[in-house]
């Protein structure tokens, strides 16, 4: 089994700062790729931001230059760094983690409310 911790969503004003970390533990072979989506309420899913074990990196437009996603591959874990903060973040934030023959594994998910 693989269990993904998440940690750091909480409620911030507009243009403010929050930092997710997620944890990966249990049978975590051959990660190929760790990331975030999130959903907001009434939306589908949408993928955040992801990483390679590369080090290489993927965001949503509308991120780009405001978030940075970072791996400690030691141990495990994720994090997304989340500046200038609006209202349209606004969304539960999940951690997945792609293993490689194993497929793809979830967080419970994490709140992040922008408001003032």
């Known amino acids: 089994q693989v269990q993904l911790v998440e940690s750091g969503g909480g409620l911030v004003q507009p243009g403010g700062s929050l930092r997710l970390s997620c944890a990966a533990s249990?049978?975590?072979?051959?990660?190929?790729?760790m990331g975030w989506y999130r959903q907001a309420p009434g939306k589908g899913r949408e993928l955040v931001a992801a990483i390679i074990t590369t080090g290489s990196t993927n965001y949503a437009d509308s991120v780009k230059g405001r978030f940075t996603i970072s791996r400690d591959n030691a141990k495990n874990t994720v994090y997304l760094q989340m500046n200038s903060l609006q209202p349209e973040d606004t969304a539960v934030y999940y951690c997945?983690?792609?293993?490689?023959?194993?497929?793809?594994?979830w967080g419970q998910g994490t709140q992040v409310t922008v408001s003032s």
């Open positions: 997945f983690t792609n293993i490689h023959l194993r497929g793809r594994y």
């Open positions: 249990g049978s975590i072979f051959s990660i190929i790729s």
